[in-house]
């Protein structure tokens, strides 16, 4: 609160007590009180005025400056009508009980969300995890199957465990301090993970491996980055040329090991590439194939993000796209 | 022959296993009821335990806990649910390995293998022979009447695939399959590169078309 705001919303009362002072001054003066009396009067009068409003300046802003000064010490501020020092006026104190109140009401509803969202995310990984058993099934059912059907049939279900996949993810991120554990892994090892997970579609999609310079480790955790890697692997697939490539390499700038995963694939328009971790962002690729959520990355960079990995595309239309993971190094890593 | 006891709940994920397992050349025993796991578990005698952690009305980490109290049985854990903790924890009861559904077969089968070669103490053969040639894993050279032959990472693979699954026609999408398990990421092109040059030096070892191509279906030694 500064001196003006607070002049200015008592400027009313000023200008009502000047031309009251200003009417007595009149009246004293017409019915002969000297002038000098007066004018004494007027001075005692605007001084006794002013020293009262300058402490009530004060007073309110120090009022102001401790209230806020809770607040900003709060983590979850609706809390605050809760946490705030007693009430030091009959005003404040009317104005608080209502306050509480509201914050009551408001308190009830956040708590009642977030055990709904609990209970939400609790039911989807248990479904995912119920998901599981009718795939493998189906996995086992399928090598009886012959030829071409068989191979259709495991793609399909292949895209099966990718969706379901990316719903356990998405529901694991609300939480990620109960699933995560970082560990150190060699990158070849989590590299060689993430392409077994995949085989099958970079099998079919005729797709030529390279990997570069993975030597090094990295502290992360396997499940997770092994996700991530999927969902890139998976659009390089999705959204290969001819003769499709994937290159994995490895650079070591300082104490930190980057990732990069590129294509030669039909790249992504330069307007679209900064939006492409948005969520539900498709971009013309996605929508001209059909089929694209625009989850995949979105999760990406959420997850990247729990795991202290910075995570960067850069592409080219037509010639190919290249993501970056830089992982953090083992003295930056802050615990989880 | 080696019995392998499936502990599952779902019976078509029970059935289907035991026949892919069967063909495996592994003899399967099936738990149907769950009531009493571990003493069903002492009667067989299995030289593997393949438990679901997620039994009906049973935790499985508990039936784990109360197997391993009375025999040492090599024990892979198969599940649904995979969050660091069930891991964890499943490992810590006395676990052997951790696969989680939905499986790849030929990791599940490979897993299965390896947990048995330790168990049973035999090492990984670091030679292998069969159609009158001699193949030296730990060197990388076969060799066939007196002579030898060095061969390059992915002719040494796929020479051993073939000579495992001797006899039988491996289709190229097979042997593609299991040199991916291997780090070997080769494509159809690529494979016939290697293929040719795999016969030509065998060819030079007195074995020509010891490598017979099965039209349309595959390879075959």
Not at chain 1, 81 to 96: D, G, I, N, Q, R
């Amino acid at each position: 609160m500064t001196l003006r705001e607070f002049l200015a919303e008592r400027m009313r009362m000023y200008l009502f007590w000047g031309s009251f002072t200003a009417a007595a001054a009149v009246f004293l003066s017409a019915t002969g009180t000297q002038t000098g009396v007066i004018v004494i009067l007027l001075i005692v009068l605007t001084l006794a005025a002013l020293t009262i409003q300058a402490m009530d300046f004060l007073k309110c802003r120090a009022r102001l400056v401790e209230l806020e000064h809770i607040l900003n010490g709060l983590d979850k501020k609706y809390l605050f009508s809760e946490c705030v020092t007693p009430a030091k006026t009959l005003y404040e104190k009317k104005l608080f009980e209502m306050f509480r109140r509201s914050g009551r009401s408001m308190i009830g509803a956040v708590s009642d969300a977030q055990s709904s969202q609990r209970e939400y995310r609790e039911y989807v990984e248990s479904w995912v995890h119920e998901m599981k058993t009718p795939i493998t099934a189906a996995r086992l059912i399928c090598r009886n199957v012959d030829g071409e059907s068989r191979t259709k049939l495991s793609r399909e279900l292949g895209q099966m465990e990718a969706h379901v996949e990316r719903a356990l993810f998405y529901a694991r991120a609300e939480s990620p301090e109960r699933d995560i554990m970082i560990r150190p892994f060699s990158l070849e090892e989590i590299v060689s993970q993430a392409i077994q997970n995949h085989k099958e579609l970079l099998i079919q999609g005729g797709v030529q491996i390279e990997t570069e310079g993975l030597e090094g480790t990295v502290y992360t955790d396997k499940k997770w980055i092994c996700f991530i890697l999927g969902q890139l692997l998976q659009n390089s697939v999705r959204y290969r040329g001819n003769s499709p490539a994937i290159t994995l390499s490895a650079r070591h700038i300082g104490k930190q090991i980057s990732l990069t995963v590129a294509d030669n694939g039909i790249g992504i328009p330069a307007h679209e590439l900064p939006r492409i971790f948005d969520r539900g962002f498709t971009g013309s690729n996605g929508r001209a194939r059909g089929g694209s959520t625009g989850m995949g990355l979105y999760l990406c960079r959420k997850l990247a993000g729990f795991l202290e990995i910075q995570i960067q595309a850069e592409s080219r239309e037509g010639q190919g796209t290249a993501v970056t993971l830089a992982f953090p190094s083992k003295e930056n890593l802050t615990k989880m | 022959m080696q019995k392998i006891m499936i502990i599952e709940d779902d019976a078509v994920i029970r059935d289907e296993l035991s026949l892919l397992l069967e063909n495996e050349g592994y003899q399967a025993v099936t738990v149907q009821d769950f009531t009493d796991v571990p003493g069903q578990a002492r009667e067989k005698q299995p030289d593997l335990i393949l438990l679901d952690l997620g039994l009906p009305n049973k935790d499985g980490s508990l039936i784990c806990g109360e197997i391993r109290r009375q025999s040492s049985v090599p024990i892979i854990f198969v599940t649904s649910r995979d969050s660091a903790i069930d891991e964890y924890r499943a490992l810590s009861l006395g676990g052997d390995d951790y696969i989680t559904k939905p499986y790849n077969i030929p990791v599940l089968l490979a897993r299965v293998r390896a947990v048995l070669r330790r168990s049973t103490g035999t090492p990984e053969p670091d030679v292998m022979e069969g159609s009158g040639m001699k193949l030296n894993l730990a060197k990388g050279t076969v060799s066939a009447g007196g002579r030898t032959e060095e061969l390059t990472r992915n002719e040494l693979k796929i020479l051993s695939y073939l000579l495992e699954n001797k006899g039988k026609i491996v289709p190229r999408a097979d042997l593609i399959d299991a040199l991916w398990d291997s780090q070997i990421y080769i494509d159809d092109n690529t494979l016939s590169v290697n293929m040719t040059r795999l016969r030509t030096k065998l060819a030079s070892l007195g074995l020509p078309g010891c490598i017979k191509t099965r039209r349309g279906m595959g390879y075959q030694l």
